[in-house]
């Protein structure tokens, strides 16, 4: 079956670095999204996209944040500058169709980032 | 803004019996309210999916209700196994932004 696979697992980076945090969405689907889950804290919406730009983003997803496809199977979210607080796991997720639609996003396997 | 409420406490269930999990909301309906598995140190897996026209859907043991006016989703796993403890987590997707909205989720043990 299908799936989702994000790289790396886990992530370790010093404050103030750039980290890109990589993921392979399902291939025959067009909306991507970044999530990130602080540990035992709820999930949060990040950005979505489409047809290569921004679709939605949230208050979180800051200039500090951006999303990239920089070829046809990888999605890449970059942080610029990291902070402590943007320690947390990080998911990719990706559906055939998204927005408007009772579509089902499925869901990688996640991104741990450490900053140190 | 929408704000959305799972059991923060952990649910002991008895193996066969069924588990119930509550997900509240406040504020206006989503365009459709979704269920999720998550394991530790994994990615949510799609559950089940639900209008909010549906009053249920089911899916083999699994079982969710969908009432606007109290503003609630119930999930039921019948023939609780040990397999299927997990946290689950509520999600509303909002028409308004084209987000989905999560819920902390409820930890689920199902004891042998």
């Known amino acids: 079956e299908p799936e989702v696979t994000q790289t790396p697992s886990h992530q370790v980076t010093q404050m103030g670095q750039e980290v890109i945090l990589r993921c392979v969405p399902i291939s025959n689907h067009l909306y991507f999204y970044w999530y990130r889950q602080i540990l035992g804290q709820k999930v949060e919406f990040l950005v979505s996209f489409y047809n290569n730009e921004i679709s939605e983003k949230s208050e979180i997803f800051d200039d500090q944040f951006s999303v990239e496809r920089p070829d046809g199977s990888n999605f890449t979210l970059k942080i610029r500058s990291t902070k402590l607080e943007d320690s947390a796991m990080y998911f990719c997720a990706s559906s055939e169709w998204g927005r408007g639609g009772t579509d089902t996003q499925y869901f990688g396997p996640g991104t741990r980032l450490t900053v140190l | 803004s929408q704000k959305i409420e799972q059991n923060s406490e952990a649910l002991n269930i008895q193996e066969g019996k069924t588990a119930t999990l509550t997900c509240n909301y406040t504020?206006?309906?989503?365009?459709?309210l979704q269920w999720y598995r998550q394991d530790p140190g994994r990615g949510p897996v799609f559950l089940l999916l639900?209008?909010?026209n549906e009053k249920e859907k089911r899916k083999e043991r699994l079982k969710v209700t969908f009432d606007t006016t109290l503003k609630q989703s119930l999930f039921h796993i019948t023939a609780s196994q040990p397999a299927d403890s997990a946290t689950y987590l509520c999600?509303?997707?909002?028409?308004?932004?084209?987000?989905?909205?999560w819920g902390a989720g409820t930890k689920l043990i199902i004891k042998p």
């Open positions: 999600a509303l997707f909002m028409d308004s932004n084209y987000q989905l909205i």
């Open positions: 639900i209008r909010e």
């Open positions: 504020n206006y309906s989503p365009a459709y």
